[in-house]
């Protein structure tokens, strides 16, 4: 059954590529399999649908020069839902089905207990958003990512806000989960570092529509900037209430806040509200052309589009290196080689999995679009 989506959906939170995407067997040998593995549903979905665009696109352009190693790639886009019995779920279905590598998942929640999984059943996994530092802290051979972390984020959100807002009253919020606590807690570490404590640290419930009692509680503190660890839906809706209680607040938030789907949910109130993400990959050099095609197609490759594209790139590119798509040989050449060069620019891994170059910086919403600062 096709979902609203264009694909098709499976049981326990998998949705296979549409049957376009599917390439049949070519005389060099059946298709090598990939997964693009997100939240494709629920409040992140905008996540997931930036993760799908750069991983069909990727896949796309690869099978147009030949594909790799002389066979042509077959994608499978996985939903997880940002839910970690799902993302396990979704792991064990996709090791089931012999993909090669896993360009996912989004949420730390979700690539955290799905790469023990990919780790036992040898399929490689690069994340293009996972940032909090337990995924490559404690993950085996196979965890790779093209982000930063989150001590490398909050640090950099927590000098900013010691120095932009000395004497504010600050409150850190966060979700409680692997990124939002993580990214929060990291915030927090710099932010007293510099000699800032927070007035208000506190978590709430994601998921919910109503935070106007969150919101109370911070005007009732005189809050002046609020943090927020946690993705773009709840950011944006504690930053309109806030706004609609007459509060005059900064909010300030992490690379979850890169859709233009945050603007949808503040509408004005999102002015001026501030994030931390990597510089615009869109304006590098490495990736024109690749905007190009996208632009071409009314795509704006915002957010974690091309972070996707970059890490089925440097997988093509070890796939190559090593003759195999042999995953721990794919894993090794990745660690040991490089840099590689990717839309994202010249990419090189440590021994854990972790970019060897970081790349963050702060962004500003106006008008209804994200710039950087």
């Known amino acids: 059954m096709l979902n609203r989506r264009g694909l098709i959906a499976g049981t326990a939170g998998i949705v296979l590529a549409s049957p376009a995407l599917i390439h049949p067997a070519f005389a060099q040998g059946s298709p090598i399999r990939l997964a693009c593995a997100g939240p494709m549903t629920g409040s992140n979905a905008a996540a997931g649908e930036q993760m799908k ?7 796309a352009d690869m099978n147009a020069k030949g594909g790799v190693l002389g066979r042509q790639l077959a994608l499978e886009i996985a939903d997880d839902a940002c839910d970690p019995r799902q993302a396990v779920s979704v792991a064990n279905q996709l090791a089931g089905r012999k993909v090669a590598m896993v360009a996912g998942h989004y949420c730390s929640g979700s690539s955290i207990p799905a790469s023990k999984v990919y780790a036992e059943e040898g399929v490689l996994q690069i994340s293009p958003a996972s940032t909090n530092p337990k995924f490559t802290d404690d993950g085996a051979w196979n965890t790779f990512r093209v982000c930063g972390r ?14 932009t807002y000395p004497g504010k009253k ?3 919020l966060h979700d409680n989960q692997a990124y939002g606590k993580g990214l929060a807690d990291e915030t927090k570490k710099a932010l007293n570092a510099g000699g800032i404590q927070e007035t208000v640290y506190t978590a709430y419930n994601p998921g919910e529509r109503d935070y106007n009692a969150l919101v109370s509680r911070l005007k009732s503190s005189g809050i002046e900037v609020i943090y927020v660890g946690g993705y773009y839906t709840e950011a944006g809706l504690i930053l309109r209430q806030a706004k609609e209680q007459g509060m005059n607040v900064t909010l300030i938030g992490g690379d979850a806040l890169v859709t233009k789907d ?12 501030l994030m931390t993400f990597s510089s615009d990959p869109r304006r590098r050099a490495s990736a024109a052309q690749v905007v190009q095609t996208f632009k071409a197609k009314n795509i704006d490759p915002e957010g974690y589009v091309l972070y996707t594209y970059a890490a089925v790139q440097i997988w093509a590119a070890a796939v190559a290196k090593v003759n195999s798509v042999d995953a721990r040989k794919v894993a090794e050449a990745m660690k040991a080689s490089g840099p590689w060069q990717t839309v994202l620019g ?7 999995g972790d970019v060897t170059v970081p790349d963050y910086v702060f962004y500003v919403w106006r008008n209804g679009d994200y710039v950087q600062m």
Do not use: C, L, M
């Open 262 to 273: 945050f603007w949808q949910i503040t509408g004005a109130a999102g002015e001026g509200a």
């Open 170 to 172: 600050v409150a850190i």
């Open 53 to 59: 665009t750069g991983a069909q696109q990727v896949v």
């Open 150 to 163: 989150d001590d490398q984020q909050g640090q950099i959100a927590g000098t900013y806000i010691a120095r």
């Open 346 to 352: 010249d990419i090189a891994f440590d021994r854990k």
